[in-house]
């Protein structure tokens, strides 16, 4: 069984359909990758995933419950736990006060009472960014803050992790560190899933892909199997070594 | 029958001016993202301008008419637009309310300062024309007005769906950035929208004058029924709008028809629309987390432990030199200033911290005194249950609108404040109508603090107590997740927090020690009244706390101060009476952006002078502490509890 199926969610804004009847798990111990090009309704998907959007049909399952109709902060205490793309650090709060703020909620009143910081600084060393555990989060680069929301996110022991672009903003040589923190993570038995649109790191870390097109999911598969799709390749790729049938016959039809 | 029918129609009277009025208020919320709290005193102001036209120069009704509607308040709208609230909507809802709250203060202030109070008169329009269906006799001026409401509808209608400008005003609803991407030009969206609202604002107010008659409060208060009206058609519906404005007309109009006069229940007929909006808000669907916005805000920097009881301890010896020396009257305001600062400390937890915005924070104080006179135990035990009861009461006021935030919290808060007002307050269970109630002065171990001087002194150990406490929250786990949920809901959602208790303690919280402070100052003053605790002296309370800095303990102290001075400087200069209330509005209005205000300049003045005086100064009094290190600077500066000499003293 999957740690997170999500099943025929259908997501719409006015007239505008952004998640159209999608459908995909994620497995604990392995990386999946969700891409698409801008738009696809990747974001508007963990959005429903973590509770922050209600979807107009569907269902979301987490860890064999049904969770579509939990508020946030109880899905994210089942076990989940999510970066934004549009960055949510507390920018009054110092780095290191920030995944503080993640354990304290995470222990709940127990925390209220004996607060402790003993793995706070080694979860910013094992992100990478302990060297900036002092400044305010609103100072930091970009690229360190989304490593700042993955370590608060880790600070809630989360059985499933949805990071949302989590390398933009790194160089090249801190990407390849952050796909061998992201196998890690997930060799730990952590189910992950990433929204990315570096093919690179995508293609190198995820087990399993999900291409959405127009909030559909237009194919599913490991990285392998993705590259060659055509649908693909034309919906988002942005390359196409394999002669398109359905092209070449609306092609020939202009002529 | 007919006094239904006659009911019924001034009830679609007093809703079509709500109608008119709301309609203004929701086309400048949607266009420019700012809740204009004021709405309500700006049509006040333009009734009053109207008066003046018409009546005391003697114009044409006509002219009158269209230099108000046509030039002084679109004017008004622009202006306010262009250099007021343009830019507030994409920041913290906290800043936009305290701006609009500045201007609302603002406006009446200035209105009793032009237009000292006298009796005046509006007549209606037409006052000898009338209908007269079967027993009914409807007047020209509700004919007038029902039909004004139509025409108002009809050209929102066809301004937002028939021309350019309507369109773009429609696209800036849902992204003004985008609509400047495509050409559009949002500033101008707004500047139009903020004209038209302001206008109607003025129709509203000149056409409802003659009823409730030319009254600085009542005219500004009816907007509590604007504002219930736009709530009914969620803030961006126009057509729920009317439907909403016309209900509320009608059900006020049987209220006053079909409830009892006497008795208990006669405060109901006057809570009708805050009854109504009450209603409305809790039916508001859930509110969804907003996720990208603005965050990370400077913040007046937190004092080391041992600097805040140091300066403490300082202004516990002023205070006792102060109660040996003063006379009792005097006293009386000093005890006055330290009630005042301890309710903004209650506002420097939650506006400061917590990014909430309260607009009846005096109420709960109101409600702490109620108590303590109530439980007649003029003891410790008899003050915390009192600060109990005004948490407790905090906390339900928070508990319906759970699900909400930022702006509804704080209208709730509003309704709240005119429901103690008419309804609680004025009960022959709580003060009784016009009346009073007695309270002792504290007891604490045996020992009585019958002297002024005496009792003062134990106020400021409170005030001096309850600010250590605040700021040790601060340092700790609970003052680091405020400071969390301020800066994004979102991730703390996310990470698992239920936001909503949070809120409801916070609030809760935040009333009982507002709730303290009414205990405390029922026992200074020994008799006490609803007059103590009303509403509007809450809108004072939060300019000052805002405008002296709301994010820091020195700021409450200044601000305690100040708002202890205000009533003073008006009984010493009566005809300034107004001019300083406008003077405070307007003051919030420049100052309302920077939540950290006047405290911080002087936190800055502080620092400079350390800068250059510090070591000749050490130099010559080598007991004094050296500074830290510059690295933890930002965490340790000064915090003069009294005043800016002392700084330099002390540095």
Known sequence: ?255 | MSTIISFTILGLFTGAAYAIAASGLVLTYTTTRVFNIAHGAFGMVMAFTFWDFSQRQGMPTWLALFLVLGVVAPGTGWLVQRFVTRGLGEGPVSVSLVVTVGLFVGLIGLAQYIWPPEPRTVPPFLPDKGLQIGDTYVTAHQIITIVLSAVVAAMLYALLNRTRVGTAMRASVDNPVLLQLFGGKPDRVASLSWAIGISLAALAGILLSPVVGLSYFDLTLLVINAYAAAMFGRLKSLPLTFVGAMGLGVLQSFAVAYLPSEGSLAGLRAVVPALFLFVVIIAMPQAQLRIGQVKGIVTAPLPSMRKSVGWGAGLLGLVALLAASMSDADLLLVGTAATYAMAMLSLVLLTGYGGHVSLAQFTFAGVGALAYAKLDEPNLYGLFMSALIAAGVGALVALPVLRLTGLYLALSTLAFGVLMDKLVFQAEFAFGFNGTLSAQRLTVLGHEFSSTGGYVLVMAVFFVLMALALLLLRRGVLGRLLIAMRDSPAACGTLGLDMRWFRVALFGLSAGMAGLAGGLFAGLRGTIGAADFQLFNSLPLLLLAVVCGVTSVTGATLGGIGLMLLPVLQSSRPELAGLVFAVLGFGAVALGRDPNGLANLLFGLGRRLEARFGDKVRAAVPVLPLPRPRAEDDSDTNIPLKEGAHVAARS
């Open chain 1, 1 to 255: 069984m999957s740690l997170l199926e999500v099943e025929d969610v259908v997501v719409r804004f006015g007239g505008v359909t952004a998640v159209d009847h999608a459908g995909f798990t994620a497995e604990a111990g392995r990386i999946t990758g969700l891409i698409g090009p801008n738009g696809a309704g990747k974001t508007t998907c963990f959005n429903v995933i973590t509770g922050l959007q209600k979807p107009n049909e569907g269902r979301i399952r987490f860890d064999g419950r049904t969770i579509t109709r939990l508020p946030v902060h109880r899905r994210s205490r089942r076990g989940m736990g999510r970066t934004f793309q549009r960055l949510e650090a507390f920018g009054s709060l110092t780095v290191r006060d920030n995944v503080r703020v993640a354990r304290d909620i995470h222990r709940g009143l127990a925390g209220l009472v004996r607060p402790a910081s003993a793995d706070v600084d080694g979860l910013l060393e094992r992100v990478g960014i302990a060297a900036y555990a002092d400044e305010r989060a609103d100072s930091i680069p970009t690229g360190v803050a989304r490593l700042l929301e993955l370590a608060r996110c880790l600070a809630g022991q989360p059985q499933l992790l949805l990071l949302d672009e989590p390398s933009s903003g790194l160089d090249e040589t801190e990407t390849q560190a952050f796909g061998e923190l992201l196998a890690a993570l997930a060799a730990e038995g952590r189910a992950i899933v990433m929204v990315e649109h570096d093919m690179d790191l995508v293609m190198s870390v995820c087990d399993e892909l999900h291409v959405l097109d127009f909030g559909r999911v237009i194919a599913s598969g490991p990285p392998a199997l993705i590259r060659a799709d055509p649908n693909v390749q034309r919906a988002y790729l942005g390359y196409s070594d394999v002669p398109d049938a359905d092209l070449t016959q609306e092609l020939e039809a202009v002529r």
